[in-house]
C-alpha cells in the first residue's frame, strides 16, 4: 500500500527549491564554516602564546591524533545507508515503524562513533576518569547522609571537595550511576553504555513533539538529520547524552500534553522537567524551549486549563525530595558559581569563547543546521499565514535557539560546550527539515562527524 504524504511534505520539495534560496543556504553554511577557522586559528594562536584556553585543540576539548578503530566500518556503513535510504524510508514507513528505526539508527550511529576510538578508550574509561561521577561511588554509601553534606564539597579548597563534574551538577547526575552500581551494573562500560542507549532515545522524542506541534511532515523531513547528527561524536560517551534524553522526553511529553489534552502526559513531562534540573544547573534554561511548546500548544491548554498545574505539580516532586533530603539547590549553585570563579579549571576568557562556544555549536549540529537556521529566520520574518507548520516549527526552533544564546552569554560554559550544550543543540537539527537536497546535506552532516572523531581524539 502507498503511504500519501502529509501536506507540508507535498509543499516541500524533495530535491528542488529556487537556486536563490540553494545560494543562500551556501552562504550560511560557508559563514558558519568560517566562523569554525577562525575559531581554531585564533584559539590556536591564544593557546600558544598565552595558554589560557585550555584545550589542546581550540575551541574543542580535543587533541590531534588521526586513527580508525573497530567502529569505522560501522559508522561509514550507518552513514551510507542513511544518505542513500534515509529520508525515502522516513517518509515511507509506517510512523511507529520509523520512530523504532530511528533510535536503532542512531544508536548504531553513536556507537559506531565511539568504537572508532575502541571499546576502551571510546566507552568503558570514558566515565571513569579523575573528573568523572564513578569515582565517589564509594562516597554515596549513606545517601541521605551524602546529600545532607554535599555542599560542603564544592568548593575547590573545601576538604575531600568533589571532582570537576560532581561539583558542576546537582546530585542527581551522581545518584544515576550509584544506583546502577547498586543494581549490579557495575564501572565504567555499563555507565558509558546507559548513557549511549538513553541519549539515542533523544532523536525519537523530538521527533514525537516535532510530529504534535509542526505535523508529520516536517517531524519525517527531519528525521535522518536527528539520527546523523554529528552531536553522535558526544553523544558517545558522555552523561549529557543522558541529560539530553531526559530534557527531550520532558519536553516531548508536554508537547503531547499540550496537543492532546493528557494530564498523564503533563504529568510525566513534569516529573521529567523536575529530574533535568537535578541533573544539571544549566538545564533549567530548557523552560523556554517548554514555553515555545505551551504557546504552540495553547488551544490544548485552553481546552484543559489543568495541564500547567498538573504540570508543574510533577515538576515538583523531584526537588521536594532532594529538599527533603538535605540538599540545597540554590546554595549549590552558588557554591558551583564561586568555585567557578576562582579558577577551578583555569580562568578561560570570555572575550573568545562567548562567539567560539557558537563555532562548537556548529561542529555539533553540522552546516546542514546553519543552512536550516537560515530558512528558520526567513520563515519567522515571512510569516506566511498558509504555511502554519513551518512557522510553528520555526518557533519551535527559535527557542532552542534563544536558550543556547543565553547560555552563552552567561559566562557559566566556556569551553567544552561541544556536549554541555547536547541538550539545546538537539532541537535546532529539526529546521534541516526545511531543506531542499536532503541528501546532500546528510552526506556533509556525516562526513563532518566521520572527520571529527577519525582526525581528533576527544575528551568525550
Known sequence: ???????????????????????????????????????????????????????????????????????????????????????????????????????????AWTFGLALIDGW?????????????????????????????????????????????????????????????????????????????????????????????????????????????????????????????????????????????GSLAAAGASGLLFGLTCYLSYGLTLVALIAAAVLWLGGQGVRKRPMLPAVTALGAAVVPVLFTLAGFDWWEAYRLLVTRYRQGAGGIRPYTYWVWANLACTVLITGLATAAGLRRTGTVLLRRDPADRETGRLALLVAAAALALLLADLSGMSKAETERIWLPFALWLLPSCALLTRPRAWLLLQATLALLLNHLLRTGW
Open 1 to 107: 500500500m502507498t503511504r500519501t504524504l502529509p501536506s507540508t511534505e507535498a509543499r516541500i520539495p524533495l530535491d528542488g527549491g529556487s537556486v536563490r534560496d540553494l545560494r543562500r543556504d551556501l552562504y550560511a553554511a560557508g559563514a558558519a564554516a568560517a566562523l569554525v577557522t577562525a575559531a581554531v586559528l585564533i584559539g590556536r594562536h591564544i593557546q600558544d602564546t598565552d595558554h589560557t584556553l585550555r584545550v589542546d585543540w581550540p575551541p574543542l576539548l580535543a587533541s590531534w591524533g588521526p586513527h580508525v578503530g573497530p567502529g569505522t566500518p560501522a559508522a561509514v556503513l550507518v552513514a551510507v545507508a542513511v544518505v542513500a535510504y534515509g529520508p525515502a524510508v522516513a517518509a515511507r514507513l509506517r510512523w511507529r515503524a520509523l520512530l523504532l528505526v530511528a533510535w536503532a539508527a542512531s544508536l
Open 120 to 260: 576502551q578508550r571510546g566507552v568503558a574509561v570514558r566515565l571513569t576518569t579523575r573528573y568523572e561521577y564513578l569515582q565517589v561511588i564509594h562516597r554515596f554509601d549513606d545517601i541521605p547522609g551524602t546529600l545532607r553534606d554535599f555542599t560542603h564539597h564544592i568548593l575547590i579548597h573545601s576538604p575531600g571537595h568533589w571532582p570537576a563534574h560532581v561539583a558542576g551538577h546537582p546530585p542527581a547526575a551522581t545518584l544515576t550511576f550509584v544506583l546502577l552500581d547498586r543494581i549490579g551494573l557495575h564501572g565504567g562500560a555499563w555507565a558509558g553504555t546507559w548513557c549511549v542507549t538513553t541519549g539515542a532515545t533523544a532523536c525519537v522524542a523530538v521527533l514525537v513533539a516535532v510530529r504534535a506541534l509542526a505535523g508529520e511532515g516536517l517531524a519525517r523531513r527531519a528525521a535522518p538529520f536527528l539520527v546523523l547528527a554529528p552531536a553522535a561524536v558526544w553523544m558517545g560517551t558522555s552523561a549529557d547524552a543522558y541529560f539530553t534524553a531526559v530534557a527531550a522526553w520532558a519536553l516531548a511529553l508536554l508537547a503531547l500534553a499540550v496537543t492532546r
